[in-house]
T-cell receptor
Framework: QKEVEQDPGPLSVPEGAIVSLNCTYS??????FMWYRQYSRKGPELLMY????GNKEDGRFTAQVDKSSKYISLFIRDSQPSDSATYLC???????????????FGQGTILTVHP | DTEVTQTPKHLVMGMTNKKSLKCEQH?????MYWYKQKAKKPPELMFV???????INESVPSRFSPECPNSSLLNLHLHALQPEDSALYLC???????????FGDGTRLSIL
């Protein structure tokens, strides 16, 4: 079993839809949770960063972390064709953890938003 | 445009060649990383430098040799690569090892 599980999709939605992307994980040492967006032929771009449990909102994006369920989500409101990309969840442990300094990625979800 | 700059963007080399990939950041970050990414896969960590010292080596073959000349620069020296080493090589940086990482756009490497 992978440490981080992410549904690879692909996910296709109409413009304006609400998109929900999710990851589950097994390592309880993970404390830092990130979402990256990667366009074709580009590097991953940091979208959201959350420490421990809770919600964080930035424009059309909302990240949620539920450490009790080991489950993280990214919601995209009013999705646009320009949101079409691969979305990667990533997480890391704090100091002293065996994965300190290492990002553990999900497999990535391919999202297409069609006009 | 990203704040982590990688050169070259593309590189084609033979199995006997020696080449280097370069990465530069001017965000004052003290941790820098090399990743390898194959198509439709997430990035795989290769090396981590923290305060210019090699902190993590993920059992990478010796044909890949990292170097951190100063806090802004990171190099990856390549020698006698194999066709399976063809991939996108990504550099990233962060304030400290535990802080979120910012990626460059990578060098697309093809081994003939």
């Amino acid at each position: 079993q992978k440490e981080v599980e992410q549904d690879p999709g692909p996910l296709s939605v109409p413009e304006g839809a609400i998109v929900s992307l999710n990851c589950t994980y097994s390592n309880s040492a993970f404390q830092y949770f990130m979402w990256y967006r990667q366009y074709s032929r580009k590097g991953p771009e940091l979208l959201m960063y959350t420490y421990s449990s809770g919600n964080k909102e930035d424009g059309r994006f909302t990240a949620q972390v539920d450490k009790s369920s080991k489950y993280i989500s990214l919601f995209i409101r009013d999705s646009q064709p320009s949101d079409s990309a691969t979305y990667l969840c990533a997480m890391s442990a704090g100091a002293g953890g065996t994965s300190y300094g290492k990002l553990t990625f999900g497999q990535g979800t391919i999202l297409t938003v069609h006009p | 445009d990203t704040e982590v700059t990688q050169t070259p963007k593309h590189l084609v080399m033979g199995m006997t060649n020696k080449k280097s990939l370069k990465c530069e950041q001017h965000m004052g970050h003290r941790a820098m990383y090399w990743y390898k990414q194959k198509a439709k896969k997430p990035p795989e960590l290769m090396f981590v430098y923290s305060y210019e010292k090699l902190s993590i080596n993920e059992s990478v073959p010796s044909r890949f040799s990292p170097e951190c000349p100063n806090s802004s620069l990171l190099n990856l020296h390549l020698h006698a690569l194999q066709p399976e080493d063809s991939a996108l090589y990504l550099c990233a940086s962060s304030q400290e090892m535990v802080r979120p990482q910012h990626f460059g756009d990578g060098t697309r490497l093809s081994i003939l």
